[in-house]
């Protein structure tokens, strides 16, 4: 079964700092991958995606993650983190083929920005 | 284009009861997704239904079911309500084809049992 994990359910980091939130998946075959961002009482918004192709994927607002078969990784970074950055962040994985239509989700990320 | 809409966005019911909820996905997306979100539990896959098929099914109680209609708008029910049922009801449409894999977000029913 897939698995996602999102190491860290909280992340603090200082405004202008580098956001680093940490994903990692467990399949047999590379999924496909996605990031999204929670604001309070709202859905999910989707921030960017992996399917096949170039393994650095850059999504909106300034936030890119890195794609690494060796790893198992697909960490989300942002290299200047602002006020408005701060919400709970969901990393989650499709198989692809007709299973495509369901996501399995980490736990998700709060992340906290101070001033 | 305008997004995914859920209707209603708050329900208060009673324990035994029984709920629908309502998602109308982005116009031309064939394929919704329902999920549920509890903070126990996290996000957790309900169903997905393609041209008014399930074609994916997660691992919940036959309580909760759901169908699509011709017009690709997506009904889920819960039977017999129980306080776990609790949540936070997303649907999520896409287009359904292999070349475009995201899952677009509404924004969500807040279900509450008593």
């Known amino acids: 079964a897939q698995s996602v994990t999102q190491l860290g359910s909280h992340v603090s980091v200082s405004e202008g700092a580098l956001v680093l939130l940490r994903c990692n998946y467990s399949?047999?075959?590379?999924?496909?991958l996605f990031w999204y961002v929670q604001y309070p009482n709202q859905g999910l918004q989707l921030l960017l995606k992996y399917t096949t192709g170039a393994t650095l994927v850059k999504g909106i607002n300034g936030f890119e993650a890195e794609f690494k078969k060796s790893e198992t990784s697909f960490h989300l970074t942002k290299p200047s983190a602002h006020m408005s950055d701060a919400a709970e962040y969901f990393c989650a994985a499709s198989r692809g083929g007709t299973s495509y239509g369901k996501l399995t989700f980490g736990q998700g990320t709060i992340l906290t920005v101070h001033p | 284009k305008a997004g995914v809409t859920q209707t209603p966005r708050y329900l208060i019911k009673t324990r035994g009861q029984q709920v629908t909820l309502s998602c109308s996905p982005i116009s031309g997306h064939r394929s919704v997704s329902w999920y549920q979100q509890t903070p126990g539990q996290g996000l957790q896959f309900l169903f997905e239904?393609?041209?008014?098929?399930?074609?994916n099914k997660g691992n919940f109680p036959g309580r909760f079911s759901g169908r699509q209609f011709s017009n690709s708008r997506s009904e889920m029910n819960v039977s017999t309500l129980e306080l776990g049922d609790s949540a936070l009801y997303l649907c999520?449409?896409?287009?359904?084809?292999?070349?475009?894999?995201?899952?677009?977000f509404g924004p969500g029913t807040r279900l509450t049992v008593t």
């Open positions: 239904y393609f041209s008014e098929t399930q074609r």
């Open positions: 999520a449409s896409s287009l359904g084809r292999q070349s475009s894999y995201e899952q677009y």
């Open positions: 399949s047999s075959v590379p999924p496909y």
